[in-house]
């Protein structure tokens, strides 16, 4: 893993800003920390591998190379449309004259590092230059945020290929993706800044997984680009344990059988929930050219989840538990009890970069998005194949295929709480998560703190932020009983499985809390019914942002 040094005190401020909502602006930029170049989607090593695999005629290598060529939006001399203003949702929208450029500035500059054609090169170099020149606003209705997002993580990676190119000005797109892009837009919808609350200053699950994740990707894409560890720092921790839905348990709430996750949008369509499981890929693989993996987080989950939806729009039966959210600006519940079958079978270029990690870069089995891709055939980039064509940056079978065993290793970030005992104190009334007895079985409440040994509890890092949780009197798994998926399942004692009942995430609420998050369901430990009395028990519910569902850790000596 890349070595970077960041004061801890920034981190610190970071995490408060991004979790607890509580500050508002970013501290000043962090000098740059030894990011690699280029490392966003791409890399040297791909190029040269590409390069050598073109010139000796290998496939799936050629397929992919000539889908790039016979792009309209590759050829070279394109004059860029650059404008001022840039508006996506509401009148006037003219944001196609940025996505359109976007997608031949990258194509361009694909061709250019892979031939040498300065042709190519000067197309590129152009058209970034003459946006990062111009663009001073991004406006529009909500849709605003979706642009910065996904056209901000696209323009980025662009602008990485080009940084060393004669002419291509790298301190003005910097400052453009900082300064239109990034600090009003993507910064602000994630954690609130001096520009606005965050999300849009609606309830925090209003918006899709796909707008977390665009501007998820993008954050972690400008982080990079400027050199700004800071930045990139806010996109990593999001992933993990950002409050909104694309954070990995938000985005994935429920684990299945058979190596199988649902996916937050699945019950709305199926045209939204690949163009977030594609984000989530860029977001993965960016971090993962910086040393980061962030793929293997959560013992894999991301692969359980595209699994999942490659299954379904291969035309196959997968398992929905019922999912409600809150909306608005007040929290509404809406429920949905089934997948959505609306644009399914739809085709995205966004497989062959997930297969490619998990399959031969780490040897794991997907065969279901296998199988999709075999259904898509060779992923070509923005064009009448694809129905929301410049959505992702496309070419995946160029990019991103790889022999087996390939690709330098990253490291799985650290968890978010030391191993140890402590005592989990509710924050609704100051009272000890206990176990009313030793046995098999045993339910698990709450009451008034005096000390002894069934009110504390042995919390160990399984790696990728999930914990095991012990019970010090009796030596027995927290769990969710019978592995339940439902609202009110009752938390419990049992012997030591090692089954994803027992195992749990620690989700920051802000000010020192954290919700007790079962990794099967992403519904916190919960206080039932609010109730203040002793000898309350705990279940999993919805979280809701009460002070039934945050939890104290304090360490016991």
């Not at 602008?159 to 453009?176: C, H």
């Not at 680009?225 to 909104?244: L, P, T």
């Not at 290793?409 to 402590?422: H, K, R």
Request: glycine share 10%.
């Amino acid at each position: 893993m890349l070595k970077r040094t960041l004061l801890v005190s920034i981190i610190f401020c970071l995490v408060i800003s991004a979790f607890g909502f509580t500050e508002k602006t970013l501290p000043k930029a962090a000098a740059s920390t030894g990011f690699a170049h280029p490392g966003l989607l791409h890399t040297k090593a791909d190029f040269d591998r590409m390069k050598q695999m073109i010139h000796e005629g290998r496939q799936p290598y050629l397929d992919g190379w000539n889908q790039l060529l016979s792009s309209p939006l590759s050829q070279a001399g394109w004059k860029p449309r650059a404008t001022s203003i840039i508006i996506r949702g509401g009148n006037e929208q003219n944001v196609a004259l940025l996505y359109n450029d976007i997608a031949r500035a990258y194509q361009n500059a694909l061709r250019w590092k892979i031939t040498g054609d300065t042709a190519n090169g000067d197309t590129a170099r152009d058209i970034l230059n003459a946006w990062s020149s111009n663009l001073k606003t991004i406006s529009g209705n909500a849709d605003r945020y979706l642009a910065a997002g996904i056209y901000g993580y696209e323009l980025a990676n662009a602008a990485e290929l080009m940084r060393d190119y004669p002419g291509f000005n790298v301190e003005q797109m910097q400052n453009m993706l900082l300064s239109v892009f990034y600090k009003p837009l993507n910064e602000r919808f994630l954690i609130g800044n001096e520009y606005g609350n965050s999300h849009n200053d609606s309830y925090i699950q209003n918006y899709w997984a796909n707008w977390d994740l665009s501007n998820m990707a993008a954050t972690i894409a400008i982080g990079i680009f400027c050199d700004r560890q800071d930045i990139y720092d806010i996109g990593v921790e999001y992933f993990k344990n950002g409050a909104g839905n694309g954070s990995i348990y938000n985005a994935i709430p429920f684990l299945h059988p058979d190596g199988l996750a649902q996916w937050q949008e699945s019950g709305r369509d199926q045209a939204h929930t690949q163009l977030g499981v594609g984000l989530m890929a860029t977001i993965a693989e960016m971090a993962w050219n910086q040393g980061d993996d962030l793929y293997g987080w959560a013992d894999n989950r991301f692969l359980r989840a595209a699994e999942y939806v490659a299954k379904y729009n291969n035309g196959e039966d997968v398992p929905f538990a019922t999912y409600e959210w809150g909306s608005g600006r007040n929290g509404a519940v809406n429920i949905q009890s089934g997948i959505s079958p609306d644009k399914r079978s739809e085709m995205r270029p966004i497989w062959a970069m997930i297969y490619n990690h998990y399959v031969n870069r780490k040897g794991l089995s997907a065969p279901n998005i296998a199988a999709r891709m075999a259904l898509e055939g060779t992923e070509g980039g923005p064009n009448l194949k694809y129905p929301s064509t410049f959505d992702q940056l496309g070419f995946g079978t160029l990019l991103y295929t790889r022999p087996a065993g390939s690709g330098d290793p990253a490291s799985i970030p650290d968890g978010n709480v030391s191993d140890g005992t402590y005592r989990f104190i509710v924050r609704l009334d100051g009272k000890a998560m206990e176990t009313e007895n030793t046995i098999e079985g045993t339910s698990v409440i709450k009451s008034t703190y005096t000390g002894e040994a069934n009110q504390q509890w042995s919390v160990t890092h399984l790696g990728g932020g999930q914990y095991s949780i012990k019970n010090v009197q009796s030596g027995r798994s927290l769990e969710v009983t019978n592995g339940s998926l439902d609202h009110g399942a009752k938390f419990q004692l049992a012997a030591s499985t090692d089954q994803d009942q027992q195992k749990f995430a620690f989700i920051s609420t802000g000010d020192g809390y954290y919700r007790i998050t079962p990794v099967i369901s992403n519904k916190p430990a919960d206080v039932t019914g609010l109730s203040t009395a002793e000898g309350v028990p705990i279940q999993q519910w919805r979280y809701t942002s009460n002070y039934n569902q945050q939890w104290r850790l304090e360490s016991v000596e």
